[in-house]
């Protein structure tokens, strides 16, 4: 391909990779109709509207991915990821989700998910040295 070159670009152009899921969408729409790829998130907020936990994720078919869970220190350990994973889910289950998945570092919150009801199915030892990062999965 005498035409076409590679060029390394960090931190890529978010139109280019805008272009790239373009293009997987287009290509799985052939195969399997629409993907979706319909993003999701929930925000906890203080009084003063500061966001202080949230979860985002994405729906593709009948998946939500929950790409990010996070709340802050000082609430940590009184049921607020819980209520985010149970709203995010509940997004998920109105838009039509049957299942759920999400990853972490082994050192962060494999028991967390597990008392969610999710199983891990795959894991990636030493994705950060020492530490496993591990996939997990839920039936909604």
């Known amino acids: 391909m005498e035409d076409v ?3 390394a670009e960090t931190p890529a152009a ?5 272009r790239l899921a373009d293009g997987i969408g287009e290509h799985a729409r052939a195969a399997i109709g629409d993907p979706g790829f319909h993003p ?3 925000f906890a907020r203080d009084a003063d509207g500061r966001v202080v936990g949230g979860a985002t994720g994405t729906i593709n078919w009948t998946w939500l991915a929950v790409r ?18 149970e709203a995010i889910e509940t997004i998920g289950r109105e838009r039509g989700c049957l299942h759920a998945h999400v990853d972490t570092l ?3 919150s494999p028991g967390f998910y597990r008392r969610l009801g ?9 994705y950060a040295a020492g530490h496993a990062r591990v996939y997990f999965r839920k039936r909604l």
């Open 14 to 18: 978010p139109e280019d990779v805008a």
């Open 106 to 108: 082994g050192f962060q």
């Open 40 to 42: 999701v998130a929930v």
């Open 68 to 85: 990010l869970l996070w709340v802050d220190e000082p609430l940590r350990g009184r049921g607020l990821g819980r209520r985010l994973m």
């Open 118 to 126: 999710y199983e891990p199915f795959a894991q990636l030892p030493d």
């Open 5 to 7: 070159w590679l060029v």
